[in-house]
């Protein structure tokens, strides 16, 4: 079993920047991917960005060349680098470990909040 906590969110002005953290242990060699999802109120729960153990890398149309998901060799922490942030970047963050095999585990999520 894979165990997820996420760190490094706050509040930030607009044009800002933050960067989270996921921080993955247990059973990690199972884990096949691992994504951020954001849920901002009202709203469904969408994706933001997945990378791949093989390192390939894909990011939702709204967050393209501000948003930057890299992890660490070990496969123990993922990152998410948040540039540029925008008030309707407001949410909580998600991190997402899918394994080969089984259901996929979510972390408790993090409060990124930006104002204008």
């Known amino acids: 079993q894979v165990q997820l906590v996420e760190s490094g969110g706050g509040l930030v002005q607009a044009g800002g920047s933050l960067r989270l953290s996921c921080a993955a242990s247990g059973s990690t060699f199972s884990i096949n991917a691992m994504s951020w999802y954001r849920q901002a109120p009202g709203k469904q729960r969408e994706l933001v960005a997945v990378?791949?153990?093989?390192?390939?890398?894909n990011y939702a149309d709204s967050v393209k060349g501000r948003f930057t998901i890299s992890r660490d060799n070990a496969w123990n922490t993922v990152y998410l680098q948040m540039n540029s942030l925008k008030p309707e970047d407001t949410a909580v963050y998600y991190c997402?470990?899918?394994?080969?095999?089984?259901?996929?585990?979510w972390g408790q999520g993090t409060q990124v909040t930006v104002s204008s």
């Open positions: 997402n470990a899918q394994p080969y095999a089984g259901a996929s585990v």
């Open positions: 990378i791949a153990r093989v390192g390939s890398t």
